[in-house]
């Protein structure tokens, strides 16, 4: 199972970016997809996911401005994220059970 996440970039506070997750070796549509992040000098931590059956979790300070959802005929995950701030910055990985893949950096500027 291959992971990738992509999308990242360097964007302005109230800007907004989408990530999405893409995978082989795998269908995404059938497993729950989550979305970590991991900052600079801190613990990686969980941000979102989907469940197979569509079931969408975030974390607290992501709340409102995150949104978790999948493309189906694609087979892909997105995370948009709005109201970028400072804090959010980090690379951002997509995951399936314990497989994880290259992330990609966010970085928000205020």
């Known amino acids: 199972v291959q992971l990738q996440a992509s999308g990242g970039g360097s964007v302005q506070t109230e800007d907004s970016l989408r990530l999405s997750c893409g995978a082989s070796g795998l269908i995404l549509n059938n497993v729950a997809v989550g979305w970590f992040r991991q900052a600079p000098g801190k613990e990686r931590e969980g941000v979102s996911c989907i469940g197979s059956n569509g079931f969408t979790s975030y974390k607290d300070s992501v709340k409102g401005r995150f949104v978790v959802s999948r493309d189906v005929a694609k087979d892909t995950v997105y995370l948009q994220m709005n109201s970028l701030k400072p804090e959010d910055t980090a690379v951002y990985y997509c995951?399936?059970?314990?497989?994880w893949g290259p992330g990609t950096l966010v970085t928000v500027s205020s």
């Open positions: 995951t399936v059970a314990n497989s």
